[in-house]
């Protein structure tokens, strides 16, 4: 696919993509709905016939996510979509981008791969860079198949399982998807850049302004607030640290952070910053950005209020899923082949044990001896004879490292990195 082709660009979602373009040529032209989609259509583009537009002409805001939602497949959760984890039977190890949930602080980012690049700049480095596309496509390319997981995946069962709502969007346990993401090392671009001894944090900015009320101690010459997540030198220069390009192959789709995203594999989805735009190098500690001291930190419960020494979260931690809908799931009696997924931020999975009657006891899952990467998940299926009658499944899954899924975890104000084994109900009739 060519990352310069216009068609490509601007108009890559048919319907969802139309109805974007219209938005915003109806507030920078001030024409009509009418007219510009007549001009849109002398224009020939070639999805013309794919339909019927909807009219959402008095539409206030633009719609925030670009790609087609299903929701068979989706729950829709603001400005977020999650992956109904029932919709990865089937479509096997890696996350079709399709089918990749979308956690979006503020909306999906439209960026012209021709105009886009991205700078590293501050104190830290002594020659500041800029990176287009076609610079970092000149630049030793690297895949790794990994996992991007919200930090907040799970959060609803701090309610429904342990009586204390955290804060925040209440996922189940889709906000995960496992892919092949190809860029280059940021390393090597920190390198380029002549990344000085004295170092201390990286702070990678995406395009989005989060909001100029959230200051940060790096004193952003544009207004600030964008949306953006520090990482210590340590972790930015390690080798898995990329900046990626392509998602299965294929370029980025905007919703994912097109043209150019951050991978930090096993650290929580924020530290993936999609639509980077800028790479800022300092001398001294970001000691307040948003989404590192306030956002993405461990308070309330036994942690306490938000200090400067609060926990900072970096990696992800031990889950398993069911590919059977939630809040429950129903069956016809008779013989079911029960499959679900388990991941670590930290290895891969050693085994995974499956109880159909609320934990009394408990069988070993047959793991499917493809995939299960590191830090990415691993498949998983066992039988189970489904008789009349209510039932609580659970799965728990050890990986490499020895880390065991725990029955409970202790409570945070903002529901982070629920790692507790969950309660799945079903009823067969
Ligand atoms: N620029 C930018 N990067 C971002 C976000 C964002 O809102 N803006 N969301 C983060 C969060 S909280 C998560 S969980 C992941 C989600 O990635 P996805 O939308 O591709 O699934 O992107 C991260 N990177
Ligand atoms: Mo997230």
Same mark, same amino acid.
């Given at each position: 696919m060519n990352f310069n082709d216009p068609m490509r660009n601007e108009f890559l979602y048919d319907q969802d993509r139309l109805e974007r373009h219209i938005w915003k040529q109806e507030r920078e032209t001030g024409l009509t709905r009418r007219d510009i989609l007549k001009k849109f259509l002398a224009a020939g583009?070639?999805?013309?016939?794919a339909g019927t537009f909807v009219d &959402?002409?008095?539409?206030?805001? /633009? =719609?925030? $996510?670009l790609k087609p939602i299903d929701p068979a497949k989706f729950w829709? &959760? *603001?400005t977020n979509r999650e992956t109904r984890f029932e919709a990865f039977k089937g479509t096997g190890y890696l996350t079709p981008a399709s089918l990749f949930f979308v956690r979006n602080h503020t909306s999906t980012q439209i960026l012209s791969a021709s105009t886009w690049s991205v700078s590293i700049e501050g104190p830290g480095v002594a020659n500041p860079r800029t990176f287009t596309l076609e610079d970092l496509a000149a630049l030793p390319q690297v895949s790794q198949i990994r996992a991007i997981e919200c930090a907040g995946n799970g959060r609803s069962f701090y309610s429904s399982q342990q009586g204390t709502a955290g804060a925040g969007t209440a996922w189940y346990l889709g906000a995960i998807g496992v892919g092949k993401w190809t860029g280059v090392r940021l390393s090597d671009l920190l390198d380029l850049a002549g990344i000085k001894s004295s170092a201390v944090d990286v702070i990678p900015e995406g !395009?989005?302004?989060?909001? +100029?009320?959230?200051?940060? !101690?790096?004193? =952003? +010459?544009?207004g600030g607030g964008r949306v953006n997540r520090p990482l210590s030198k340590e972790r930015a220069t390690d080798s898995d640290v990329l900046v990626v390009t392509h998602y299965n192959d294929e370029p980025l789709l905007p919703d994912h952070g097109f043209p150019a995203r951050l991978l930090v594999p096993? @650290? $929580? *989805?924020?530290? !993936? $910053?999609? @639509?980077? &735009?800028r790479i800022i190098v300092t001398e001294? /500690?970001? $000691? !307040?950005s948003y989404f590192n001291s306030t956002q993405y930190t461990f308070i309330g419960g036994n942690y306490g209020p938000l200090t400067n020494s609060s926990i900072r979260l970096g990696s992800q931690v031990v889950k398993s899923a069911f590919e059977l809908p939630l809040p429950s799931a129903s069956f016809a009696p008779g013989l079911k082949l029960i499959t679900g997924r388990s991941w670590s931020a930290h290895g891969t999975i050693a085994r995974v044990d499956v109880s159909f009657d609320d934990g009394v006891t408990w069988k070993r899952a047959v793991l499917k001896n493809t995939g299960n990467e590191p830090q990415a998940w691993a498949e998983w299926q066992i039988q189970w004879t489904a008789k009349a009658g209510s039932y609580v499944f659970k799965a728990r899954a050890t990986d490499s490292l020895g880390n065991i899924q725990p029955d409970t975890t202790p409570f945070n104000t903002n529901g982070y990195l629920f790692d507790a084994v969950v309660r799945h109900p079903v009823t067969v009739a």
């Open positions: 583009a070639a999805f013309a016939a &959402r002409a008095s539409a206030q805001t /633009p =719609p925030t $996510i829709d &959760r *603001g !395009n989005d302004v989060f909001s +100029t009320a959230n200051n940060t !101690n790096y004193a =952003p +010459t544009d096993g @650290w $929580i *989805g924020i530290a !993936n $910053i999609k @639509w980077l &735009r001294s /500690p970001v $000691i !307040n």
